[in-house]
């Protein structure tokens, strides 16, 4: 890819004529950009001559490459202002002309990149939700509408008008089977982080959630718990079920994944009142070396007020860190 990426700065180099103002043309650009984007690599140099021409040309392209564009930036995690600040004006000005894919990849990247565009983000939500509404059930639909609240809670510009509209929409697709895990999960987590319990949306959740549970991944998982913990909504079958799931495939996960989903998962077991799983799935991942030390501070908590200290219990895992030099994790 770096190689390629010289020969396009060479070719763009000899290009650079006062006759052609345009090295690249527009499909070229948002080819490049894709193309890196799919691959995870970044190439500084070419990027920035690609965001250059993508500036100057933004105002004249269709809302497809505007949309593959700053979703390209997103997926790289690039953050280039004057490039984000120029697609965001092409596409406020033709908002009208795009479509649900156009627009989901839009909102999803501003959200994924943290940009807080007021003014695009509440135009991409009055355009795309009576799409959504008038749309029959479909998982891209049910993709969409999850995508949505989670960009809305992300840039905190999440209302109980726009959320109680995204969760009627959403319970039609639960009710349609069509919502896949990502999308139960993505939806329960935008409710909870924008503390907005949806009684009827969240046992519609953990109804199709709980019979699908096999499809689900270890983030989906602890996703959706934290979030039924987080906004105090129980349901003991799916927090045991989870746990089983959780516990089969820990030896399968990253450090990073077992640190980060086996606390989130503890989190919503200490909170849904069921510390005897807590402190299954923390010894278990503590025998592993990859547990995170919140996690064993939920279990000397516990033992702490509880006043109850097993052989194996805080002592240990206390023992353990300073032995092993895993408690930064």
Not at 97 to 117: G, H, K, P, V, Y
Not at 185 to 208: G, Q, S, Y
Not at 270 to 276: I, T
Request: aromatic content about 8%; charged content about 20%; hydrophobic content about 45%.
């Amino acid at each position: 890819m770096s190689g390629i990426a010289e020969r396009l700065l060479v070719l763009r180099d000899a290009s650079e004529m006062p006759q052609q103002t345009n090295p690249f043309t527009v499909q070229e650009v948002v080819n490049i950009a894709w193309a890196y984007a799919q691959v995870s690599f970044v190439h500084a140099k070419l990027l920035d001559s690609i965001a250059q021409e993508a500036i100057v040309q933004s105002r004249e392209w269709p809302p497809r490459d505007l949309a593959n564009t700053v979703w390209a930036w997103a997926k790289m995690v690039l953050i280039d202002y004057p490039l984000i600040s120029a697609i965001s004006a092409a596409s406020l000005a033709q908002i009208h002309r795009m479509n649900q894919q156009d627009l989901s990849n839009t909102f999803w990247s501003f959200a994924q990149l943290e940009i807080q565009d007021v003014p695009l983000i509440c135009a991409i939500a009055g355009r795309v939700l009576p799409m959504l509404s008038s749309a029959r059930p479909s998982s891209d639909v049910a993709r969409d509408l999850a995508l949505l609240a989670w960009s809305l809670a992300k840039l905190d510009l999440a209302n109980p008008r726009l959320m109680s509209a995204i969760a009627d929409q959403t319970l039609k697709q639960i009710e349609a089977r069509v919502c896949g895990p990502q999308a139960l999960a993505n939806t329960a987590w935008a409710f909870a982080t924008c503390a907005c319990r949806h009684e009827p949306l969240f046992e519609a959740i953990a109804r199709l959630s709980l019979e699908t549970i096999s499809e689900f991944d270890q983030q989906e998982l602890t996703n959706t718990a934290w979030a039924f913990a987080e906004v105090r909504f129980r349901n003991s079958r799916f927090i045991e079920e989870s746990f089983n799931l959780l516990s089969a495939a820990d030896m399968q996960m990253s450090q990073e994944e077992a640190a980060r989903g086996g606390y989130a998962m503890a989190w919503a077991q200490d909170r849904h009142g069921r510390p005897d799983l807590t402190r299954s799935l923390v010894l278990r991942f503590v025998a592993g070396e990859r547990c995170h030390s919140l996690a064993w501070g939920l279990v000397i908590q516990d033992e702490e007020w509880r006043h109850h200290a097993p052989r194996n219990g805080a002592a240990a895992t206390l023992e353990a860190m300073a032995r092993n030099e895993f408690g930064g994790h």
